[in-house]
């Protein structure tokens, strides 16, 4: 069965240092999503990625995040310059498109950020 | 921002009988409903969804009802295994604008052998 991967799954970085988070989502779909959950917290929407640009995102989606389709396969999520609060679980989305009607989003299984 | 909430964070139950997880949602702009179950160091993963314009849908045994008036949705899963133990999240988004999804909270479901 198809399946949303990601990498890594454990990624410790040192504050104000770039991290490269990489997903590759299940190949017939068209719309990615990141999500991060904080430790005890509800699951966030982040971004939504469609045709090769940001359809919509949140407002902890700041200067700080990007996301890029790199190749046909990839989708990354960049945070440039970590701080302590943006430790969380990430998790990658996909989707596609039936009768109009984006279906149900498929999730990969997280990388933890560990930001020191 | 409570816009989806699950009011139990937790609910043990007796292997063989029903589970019943509840979810509630403020948003009037919410016209598609989804299930997930997640287990520890996993992603979400997909149960059930449901369509404003349906009050019922089933898969095996999991059903999940949605009552508009009362802006409440349900997950019921009969009969109940053992390994369905894990944390059930609700989300919610509106199909015909924002694609993204809005979760509860989570409630952490024990089914006891």
């Known amino acids: 069965e198809p399946e949303v991967t990601q990498t890594p799954s454990h990624q410790v970085t040192q504050m104000g240092q770039e991290v490269i988070l990489r997903c590759v989502p299940i190949s017939n779909h068209l719309y990615f999503y990141w999500y991060r959950q904080i430790l005890g917290q509800k699951v966030e929407f982040l971004v939504s990625?469609?045709?090769?640009?940001?359809?919509?995102k949140s407002e902890i989606f700041d200067d700080q995040f990007s996301v890029e389709r790199p190749d046909g396969s990839n989708f990354t999520l960049k945070i440039r310059s970590t701080k302590l609060e943006d430790s969380a679980m990430y998790f990658c989305?996909?989707?596609?498109?039936?009768?109009?009607?984006?279906?149900?989003?498929?999730f990969g299984p997280g990388t933890r950020l560990t930001v020191l | 921002d409570q816009q989806v909430k699950q009011n139990s964070p937790s609910l043990s139950v007796q292997e063989g009988r029903i589970s019943i997880l509840n979810c509630d949602y403020t948003n009037s702009m919410f016209d598609y409903f989804l299930w997930y179950k997640k287990y520890p160091a996993e992603g979400p993963t997909f149960l059930i969804s449901?369509?404003?314009?349906?009050d019922k849908n089933e898969d095996g045994r999991f059903t999940v009802f949605l009552n508009k008036s009362a802006k409440h949705l349900s997950l019921h899963i009969v009969p109940s295994q053992p390994g369905d133990s894990a944390v059930y999240f609700c989300?919610?988004?509106?199909?015909?604008?924002?694609?993204?999804?809005?979760f509860g909270k989570g409630t952490k479901l024990t089914v006891n052998p």
């Open positions: 989305a996909s989707s596609a498109m039936t009768s109009g009607y984006i279906n149900e989003q498929f």
């Open positions: 449901i369509s404003s314009i349906k």
């Open positions: 990625f469609y045709n090769n640009e940001i359809s919509e």
């Open positions: 989300a919610a988004s509106a199909r015909g604008g924002s694609e993204k999804l809005v």
